[in-house]
């Protein structure tokens, strides 16, 4: 069936680093666009960053997350992988991986509502 399964997340400290991973299966992966969104206790998910179908030229990355960062795929393994730097208290949440909605032309890439897969995510918490 259709699914994407996260791991790699952990405990790691402040300035540290992770790469959280996405499995996808039961789909044409690489047709598909994807995006990464994290969810704190008592807040709303928000989109962490987003990567275009194919060979992944096209990227974007909240503000909060840019320059620490970076979205990638491996359609040869139906993966994909966001590298995490420099973490802070503030990153600390629940990472999901998301399939983007083809029916849904031209919807932002940030906003839950634009994706129809989701993984159960992978809880990532940065503490010293």
């Known amino acids: 069936q259709v699914q994407l399964v996260e791991s790699g997340g952990g405990l790691v400290q402040p300035g540290g680093s992770l790469r959280v991973s996405c499995a996808a299966s039961?789909?044409?992966?690489?047709?598909?666009?994807i995006g990464w969104f994290r969810q704190a206790p008592g807040k709303e998910r928000e989109g962490v960053s987003y990567?275009?179908?194919?060979?992944?030229?096209?990227?974007y990355y909240a503000d909060s997350v840019k320059g620490r960062f970076t979205i990638s795929r491996d359609i040869a393994k139906n993966w994909a992988y966001l590298q995490m730097n420099n973490l802070k208290s503030g990153d600390t949440g629940i990472y999901y991986c998301a399939r983007k909605n083809k029916s849904l032309l031209g919807a932002s890439w940030d906003r839950p509502s634009s994706y129809d897969v989701w993984g159960r995510g992978t809880q990532v918490t940065v503490s010293s």
């Open positions: 990567i275009s179908s194919r060979g992944g030229e096209t990227t």
């Open positions: 039961g789909f044409v992966f690489d047709v598909y666009e």
